[in-house]
């Protein structure tokens, strides 16, 4: 049984730093791309960041180039997403998933992905 264990989330001002990360049982990161989506209210769920599986092939939604940052331990299987310069428009629920189908041009969840139960992020002025 996958489970994805997303952490990291809370209250931070505009302009700071987070790192939330994506710990994976039953899903190896290391053989499966992963990634993260965002959800806000009243807003579907988009795709914000996806890694493949070697971790050489990479997606960031365009918006979030630049402050947005995904790394993976292979280790420790989990998959990590840094993000700084925070903006208002980050606010949403993050989460994680895999397997997902991605490479440098976009990210989308895989035929049967499987989701963490996501991490909150709230941007405050």
């Known amino acids: 049984q996958v489970q994805l264990v997303e952490s990291g989330g809370g209250l931070v001002q505009a302009g700071g730093s987070l790192r939330l990360s994506c710990a994976a049982s039953g899903l190896t990161v290391e053989r499966y791309a992963t990634g993260w989506f965002r959800q806000a209210p009243v807003e579907e769920r988009e795709a914000v960041s996806c890694?493949?599986?070697?971790?050489?092939?990479?997606y960031y939604e365009d918006s979030r180039k630049g402050r947005f940052t995904i790394s993976k331990d292979d280790a420790k299987n989990t998959v990590y997403l840094e993000i700084s310069d925070v903006k208002l428009e980050d606010t949403g629920v993050y989460y994680c998933?895999?397997?997902?189908?991605?490479?440098?041009?976009?990210?989308?969840?895989?035929?049967?992905?499987?989701w963490g139960q996501g991490t909150q992020v709230t941007v405050s002025a």
């Open positions: 998933a895999g397997p997902v189908l991605t490479d440098r041009k976009a990210c989308f969840p895989g035929p049967r992905p499987n």
């Open positions: 890694i493949s599986a070697s971790g050489g092939s990479i």
